[in-house]
T-cell receptor
Framework: GIQVEQSPPDLILQEGANSTLRCNFSDSVNNLQWFHQNPWGQLINLFYIPSGTKQNGRLSATTVATERYSLLYISSSQTTDSGVYFCAVYRNSGNTPLVFGKGTRLSVIA | DADVTQTPRNRITKTGKRIMLECSQTKGHDRMYWYRQDPGLGLQLIYYSFDVKDINKGEISDGYSVSRQAQAKFSLSLESAIPNQTALYFC???????????FGPGTRLLVL
């Protein structure tokens, strides 16, 4: 099946710093979602981004489907950004479910 | 997402017991999913359903069963719970034609 790899696995930032999280996938996809799992375990949709670039406040994401990767940018990080960030993809065929990466655990320190 | 609810939110049970986790949604979505998250790992798919009469196994269906009682309800059962089924369980929904999944708040299950 399709493989989804995220890097780095862990990241510690000082409040106010910027960061880039990466998601690589092994096969053609027709969707990619980024999620944030907060310290209470809740999964929050960040972006649906099969291609191109989207921005939402301090967060933005870029997916280059032809090169099989997506990037999540966090600018001016805040302690509330802490948690685990997951990317998940659908394969580019049929009604296949989402396949998740193992996530990047982000800790933002005041 | 408040439109997808899971009960119970936390559950402690003993090895060998049968338990049921329930998921309800008010989003009107036809597709529903059950995932499991082990500590420090991503989500793995247990079962999914495209409508009431269409149930499919995911990556890790052994030891689990599901029931889609109605479009809005999708239940997950552990027939005989074992300690390595201790995990965080998520239900999710998606509307046909949309590529965005919406997740419930999760159920923390501890099997002693």
């Amino acid at each position: 099946g399709i493989q989804v790899e995220q890097s780095p696995p862990d990241l510690i930032l000082q409040e106010g710093a910027n960061s880039t999280l990466r998601c690589n996938f092994s096969d053609s996809v027709n969707n990619l979602q980024w999620f944030h799992q907060n310290p209470w375990g809740q999964l929050i949709n960040l972006f649906y981004i099969p291609s191109g670039t989207k921005q939402n406040g301090r967060l933005s994401a870029t997916t280059v489907a032809t090169e099989r990767y997506s990037l999540l940018y966090i600018s001016s990080s805040q302690t509330t950004d802490s948690g685990v960030y997951f990317c998940a993809v659908y394969r580019n065929s049929g009604n296949t479910p989402l396949v998740f990466g193992k996530g990047t655990r982000l800790s933002v320190i005041a | 997402d408040a439109d997808v609810t899971q009960t119970p939110r936390n559950r402690i049970t003993k090895t060998g017991k049968r338990i049921m986790l329930e998921c309800s949604q008010t989003k009107g979505h036809d597709r529903m999913y059950w995932y499991r998250q082990d500590p420090g790992l991503g989500l793995q798919l247990i079962y999914y359903s495209f409508d009431v009469k269409d149930i499919n196994k995911g990556e890790i269906s052994d030891g689990y069963s599901v029931s889609r009682q109605a479009q809005a309800k999708f239940s997950l059962s552990l027939e005989s719970a074992i300690p390595n089924q201790t995990a965080l369980y998520f239900c999710a929904t998606r509307r046909r034609g949309s590529r965005t999944q919406y997740f419930g708040p999760g159920t923390r299950l501890l099997v002693l």
